[in-house]
Protein backbone atom coordinates (compact mmCIF):
# COMPACT_ATOMS: atom_id res chain seq x y z
CA UNK A 1 0.00 0.00 0.00
CA UNK A 2 1.11 3.48 -0.88
CA UNK A 3 1.21 6.20 1.10
CA UNK A 4 0.63 9.50 -0.76
CA UNK A 5 1.20 12.79 -0.39
CA UNK A 6 -1.76 14.85 0.47
CA UNK A 7 -0.58 17.89 -1.23
CA UNK A 8 0.74 17.15 -3.90
CA UNK A 9 -0.05 14.66 -6.89
CA UNK A 10 1.42 11.73 -6.57
CA UNK A 11 4.22 10.93 -8.97
CA UNK A 12 1.73 12.13 -11.58
CA UNK A 13 -0.38 8.89 -10.79
CA UNK A 14 -3.58 9.28 -12.29
CA UNK A 15 -6.89 6.88 -12.65
CA UNK A 16 -7.10 3.55 -11.36
CA UNK A 17 -3.90 3.96 -10.14
CA UNK A 18 -4.64 5.90 -7.11
CA UNK A 19 -6.25 2.70 -5.87
CA UNK A 20 -4.28 1.33 -3.16
CA UNK A 21 -2.95 5.17 -2.26
CA UNK A 22 -4.00 6.75 1.07
CA UNK A 23 -4.91 10.39 1.95
CA UNK A 24 -4.89 10.99 5.95
CA UNK A 25 -7.61 8.81 6.58
CA UNK A 26 -8.91 7.56 3.80
CA UNK A 27 -8.26 4.72 1.52
CA UNK A 28 -8.42 4.60 -2.31
CA UNK A 29 -10.75 1.56 -2.86
CA UNK A 30 -11.85 1.42 -6.56
CA UNK A 31 -12.40 3.78 -9.81
CA UNK A 32 -15.96 4.51 -10.05
CA UNK A 33 -16.22 7.22 -12.97
CA UNK A 34 -16.62 11.06 -13.34
CA UNK A 35 -18.66 13.68 -11.78
CA UNK A 36 -20.49 16.42 -14.35
CA UNK A 37 -17.24 18.21 -14.85
CA UNK A 38 -15.23 15.08 -15.95
CA UNK A 39 -13.01 15.10 -12.67
CA UNK A 40 -12.69 11.22 -11.87
CA UNK A 41 -14.32 9.89 -9.16
CA UNK A 42 -12.96 7.29 -6.10
CA UNK A 43 -15.00 5.30 -3.85
CA UNK A 44 -12.64 5.68 -0.48
CA UNK A 45 -12.99 4.01 2.92
CA UNK A 46 -12.36 6.02 6.35
CA UNK A 47 -10.33 4.82 8.92
CA UNK A 48 -13.64 4.59 10.66
CA UNK A 49 -15.23 2.50 8.63
CA UNK A 50 -17.37 4.67 6.18
CA UNK A 51 -17.12 4.92 2.64
CA UNK A 52 -17.30 8.19 0.97
CA UNK A 53 -16.89 9.47 -3.03
CA UNK A 54 -13.86 11.81 -3.54
CA UNK A 55 -12.52 13.51 -6.28
CA UNK A 56 -9.37 12.38 -7.19
CA UNK A 57 -8.17 16.28 -7.30
CA UNK A 58 -10.05 17.10 -3.90
CA UNK A 59 -7.39 13.66 -2.35
CA UNK A 60 -4.65 15.18 -3.78
CA UNK A 61 -4.77 18.68 -2.83
CA UNK A 62 -6.47 17.42 0.98
CA UNK A 63 -9.13 19.03 0.16
CA UNK A 64 -10.79 15.83 1.51
CA UNK A 65 -9.17 14.27 4.32
CA UNK A 66 -11.98 11.86 5.84
CA UNK A 67 -15.50 10.87 5.82
CA UNK A 68 -16.24 14.03 7.74
CA UNK A 69 -15.04 12.37 11.39
CA UNK A 70 -11.88 14.40 11.32
CA UNK A 71 -13.80 17.34 10.85
CA UNK A 72 -16.39 16.53 13.71
CA UNK A 73 -13.56 15.35 15.96
CA UNK A 74 -11.21 18.94 15.52
CA UNK A 75 -14.74 20.93 16.24
CA UNK A 76 -15.50 18.70 19.42
CA UNK A 77 -11.79 18.88 20.38
CA UNK A 78 -12.13 23.08 19.76
CA UNK A 79 -15.30 23.38 22.09
CA UNK A 80 -13.76 21.18 24.54
CA UNK A 81 -10.42 23.24 24.48
CA UNK A 82 -12.54 26.54 25.63
CA UNK A 83 -14.49 24.71 28.25
CA UNK A 84 -17.63 24.97 26.92
CA UNK A 85 -19.16 21.38 28.00
CA UNK A 86 -20.15 23.14 31.03
CA UNK A 87 -22.15 25.93 29.38
CA UNK A 88 -26.03 25.96 28.88
CA UNK A 89 -25.81 25.28 25.17
CA UNK A 90 -23.83 22.21 25.24
CA UNK A 91 -25.93 20.80 28.23
CA UNK A 92 -29.24 21.48 26.05
CA UNK A 93 -27.24 19.78 23.31
CA UNK A 94 -26.40 17.02 25.27
CA UNK A 95 -29.95 16.49 27.18
CA UNK A 96 -31.72 16.42 23.56
CA UNK A 97 -29.64 13.26 22.77
CA UNK A 98 -30.06 11.89 25.93
CA UNK A 99 -33.96 12.18 25.31
CA UNK A 100 -33.92 10.75 21.96
CA UNK A 101 -31.09 7.73 22.46
CA UNK A 102 -31.03 6.86 25.71
CA UNK A 103 -33.88 4.51 26.82
CA UNK A 104 -32.80 4.79 30.58
CA UNK A 105 -33.42 8.84 30.32
CA UNK A 106 -36.58 9.34 32.05
CA UNK A 107 -38.15 11.37 29.23
CA UNK A 108 -37.08 9.07 26.72
CA UNK A 109 -40.75 7.26 25.82
CA UNK A 110 -41.99 10.95 25.22
CA UNK A 111 -38.99 11.46 22.46
CA UNK A 112 -36.84 8.55 20.76
CA UNK A 113 -39.92 6.33 21.63
CA UNK A 114 -41.98 8.39 19.77
CA UNK A 115 -39.07 7.99 16.65
CA UNK A 116 -37.97 11.48 17.50
CA UNK A 117 -34.22 11.67 16.40
CA UNK A 118 -31.60 13.97 16.12
CA UNK A 119 -29.97 15.17 12.72
CA UNK A 120 -26.89 13.94 11.21
CA UNK A 121 -25.15 16.80 11.07
CA UNK A 122 -25.87 17.89 14.38
CA UNK A 123 -25.70 14.41 16.31
CA UNK A 124 -22.18 14.30 16.94
CA UNK A 125 -21.36 17.37 16.45
CA UNK A 126 -21.76 20.04 18.86
CA UNK A 127 -20.73 23.24 16.94
CA UNK A 128 -22.64 22.66 13.99
CA UNK A 129 -25.85 22.44 16.49
CA UNK A 130 -24.81 25.61 18.72
CA UNK A 131 -23.95 27.18 14.82
CA UNK A 132 -27.67 26.90 14.04
CA UNK A 133 -28.98 27.34 17.16
CA UNK A 134 -26.91 30.42 18.94
CA UNK A 135 -26.37 31.30 22.52
CA UNK A 136 -29.37 30.86 24.91
CA UNK A 137 -30.90 34.33 25.30
CA UNK A 138 -31.84 34.06 29.05
CA UNK A 139 -31.88 31.64 31.40
CA UNK A 140 -35.50 31.22 31.50
CA UNK A 141 -35.63 30.02 27.99
CA UNK A 142 -35.07 26.25 26.76
CA UNK A 143 -34.30 23.94 23.43
CA UNK A 144 -37.80 23.87 21.74
CA UNK A 145 -38.62 21.88 18.61
CA UNK A 146 -41.76 24.26 16.76
CA UNK A 147 -43.19 21.09 15.18
CA UNK A 148 -44.00 18.35 18.36
CA UNK A 149 -43.68 15.37 16.01
CA UNK A 150 -40.38 16.55 13.94
CA UNK A 151 -37.11 15.82 15.13
CA UNK A 152 -34.45 17.91 15.99
CA UNK A 153 -33.18 19.48 12.70
CA UNK A 154 -32.36 22.82 11.34
CA UNK A 155 -35.84 24.68 11.01
CA UNK A 156 -37.57 23.04 13.47
CA UNK A 157 -35.48 23.84 16.79
CA UNK A 158 -35.13 27.52 18.60
CA UNK A 159 -34.82 28.73 21.96
CA UNK A 160 -38.25 29.96 23.59
CA UNK A 161 -39.72 30.24 26.92
CA UNK A 162 -41.81 27.52 28.95
CA UNK A 163 -44.85 29.48 28.13
CA UNK A 164 -44.34 29.12 24.28
CA UNK A 165 -43.32 25.96 25.06
CA UNK A 166 -46.45 25.00 26.38
CA UNK A 167 -49.00 26.69 23.93
CA UNK A 168 -46.96 25.41 20.88
CA UNK A 169 -47.78 22.08 22.23
CA UNK A 170 -50.79 22.14 24.36
CA UNK A 171 -52.34 24.58 21.66
CA UNK A 172 -56.40 23.77 22.39
CA UNK A 173 -56.23 21.99 25.38
CA UNK A 174 -58.74 22.88 27.34
CA UNK A 175 -58.84 21.76 31.30
CA UNK A 176 -62.14 22.19 33.22
CA UNK A 177 -61.93 22.60 36.74
CA UNK A 178 -63.75 23.85 39.54
CA UNK A 179 -66.33 25.67 37.45
CA UNK A 180 -63.45 27.01 35.17
CA UNK A 181 -62.50 26.01 31.71
CA UNK A 182 -58.82 27.24 31.24
CA UNK A 183 -56.04 26.53 28.81
CA UNK A 184 -52.76 24.41 30.43
CA UNK A 185 -50.73 27.32 30.50
CA UNK A 186 -53.55 28.88 32.39
CA UNK A 187 -53.86 26.65 35.00
CA UNK A 188 -50.05 26.01 34.83
CA UNK A 189 -49.94 30.27 36.30
CA UNK A 190 -52.50 29.42 38.77
CA UNK A 191 -51.29 26.65 40.10
CA UNK A 192 -47.53 27.12 40.06
CA UNK A 193 -47.64 23.93 38.38
CA UNK A 194 -44.94 23.00 35.59
CA UNK A 195 -47.16 23.10 32.41
CA UNK A 196 -45.07 19.60 31.65
CA UNK A 197 -45.72 18.06 34.71
CA UNK A 198 -49.71 18.93 34.48
CA UNK A 199 -49.78 17.10 31.16
CA UNK A 200 -47.22 14.11 32.16
CA UNK A 201 -50.22 13.59 34.98
CA UNK A 202 -53.14 13.96 32.49
CA UNK A 203 -51.22 11.32 29.55
CA UNK A 204 -50.76 9.19 32.86
CA UNK A 205 -54.39 8.94 33.62
CA UNK A 206 -55.05 11.27 36.19
CA UNK A 207 -58.40 13.01 36.66
CA UNK A 208 -57.62 16.83 35.93
CA UNK A 209 -58.47 17.58 39.60
CA UNK A 210 -55.97 15.13 40.97
CA UNK A 211 -53.46 16.66 38.32
CA UNK A 212 -54.00 20.32 39.43
CA UNK A 213 -53.51 19.78 43.18
CA UNK A 214 -51.69 17.34 44.11
CA UNK A 215 -48.78 18.62 45.92
CA UNK A 216 -45.33 17.79 43.57
CA UNK A 217 -43.51 16.78 47.03
CA UNK A 218 -44.65 13.73 46.40
CA UNK A 219 -44.29 12.77 43.29
CA UNK A 220 -40.33 13.84 42.92
CA UNK A 221 -39.18 9.78 42.51
CA UNK A 222 -42.21 8.86 40.19
CA UNK A 223 -42.72 12.02 37.92
CA UNK A 224 -40.97 14.66 36.67
Known amino acids: MREADKTSSVGGVKGKDEI ?13 GKDKHGNKVYRCQCD ?30 RWLKHGLTETPEYLAWQALKNRCYREKDEHFSNY ?58 TSNRILEYGGKSQTLIQWSRETGLNCSTILLRIKAGWSVERALTAPIQRLKRRMI
Open 48 to 77: CGQFKDVRGSDLRTGNTTSCGCLGRENSRA
Open 20 to 32: GNRYTRLLVLEHI
Open 112 to 169: GGRGITVCDEWRNDFAAFYAHVGPRPSPQHSIHRKENNGNYEPGNVVWTTQDVQCNNR
